[in-house]
């Protein structure tokens, strides 16, 4: 693919600030933890971008482990929510704000 | 305009599309799908980078697995829709203009530098980014993280089965 380095880089950092909105603006528990997802996601695109333009496979090799964090991570995240839904029956993230269940 | 170009830009633009569909519908249900259909676009991005073994891992953990996990986790709890009510209503306008503030120093930063296109650093080979390539490195420079990583896999999946026990039950 021939295009110049920052068309991407400003593509990775869009999705990037979508994701942020996400975090920001939602108040649904599971879609703000899918804009973490997306955050992460355009990390890795910058880890691909410069892979490619510096020929070195590291890169690739760093986005493969970030990738196996990130399913470690939704698995943990995803048992805490089911945790939290058991006690408060929701996960409104504006309910959750006292440290005991 | 190259065909690489037009390439590019219809997939930013799905990729695009979808993250802000994402944001905004107001079923969680669709934003899952949303966000798979995301994560394959971006996948075909990393096959056009030279990143296939990247890309295939891309759509079998993350639009394959997490995303069932996600949708699976949805369902159970039955929590498409948050509830509705704003209890800060400023948050959304402060929101919107940090996003935009972010967004427009991150364009103007990578318009001010002088574009290197990715060809200029000279074609790479049929192999680059195979997954014959990405499993030596793994077994030869990255051993340690590669093992460290199994481990924290099986951390995940005690801690999983630990936090979602029915303490209850157990007792």
């Known amino acids: 693919m021939n295009i110049p380095v920052n068309y991407l880089l400003v593509l990775a950092g869009i999705l990037f600030t979508i994701g942020v909105l996400g975090v920001l603006i939602r108040r649904n528990a599971i879609v703000v933890f899918m804009s973490i997802e997306l955050m992460l996601n355009a990390a890795n695109m910058v880890f691909i971008t410069f892979a490619r333009a510096f020929q070195n496979l590291d890169g690739q090799v760093i986005v493969f482990f970030l990738i196996a964090a990130a399913a470690a991570e939704v698995a943990i995240g995803l048992a805490l929510m089911v945790t939290i839904f058991r006690t408060k029956k929701s996960i409104d993230i504006d309910e959750v704000k006292t440290l005991s269940g | ?171």
């Open chain 2, 1 to 171: 305009m190259s065909i690489d170009l037009i390439l590019f830009l219809g997939l930013a633009l799905v990729a695009v599309v979808t993250a802000l569909s994402m944001l905004l519908s107001r079923n969680a249900v669709h934003s899952a799908l949303f966000l798979a259909l995301n994560f394959l676009a971006v996948a075909v991005l990393y096959l056009l980078m030279n990143a296939a073994f990247v890309a295939m891992v891309q759509i079998t953990v993350y639009a394959g697995a997490i995303m069932v996990l996600f949708l699976f986790v949805i369902m159970l709890l039955g929590a498409e829709e948050a509830a509705k009510g704003r209890s800060l209503p400023w948050q959304t306008p402060v929101a919107v203009l940090c996003g935009l503030v972010l967004v427009g120093e991150l364009v103007y930063y990578f318009a001010v530098q002088k574009p290197v296109l990715l060809a200029a650093a000279g074609e790479v080979g049929q192999s680059f980014g195979s997954p014959a390539e990405i499993g030596r490195m793994l077994f030869d420079s990255y051993t340690l993280p590669f093992e460290l990583t199994s481990i924290l896999l099986l951390v995940a999946m005690v801690g999983a089965i630990l936090l979602s026990r029915n303490e209850k039950e157990a007792e």
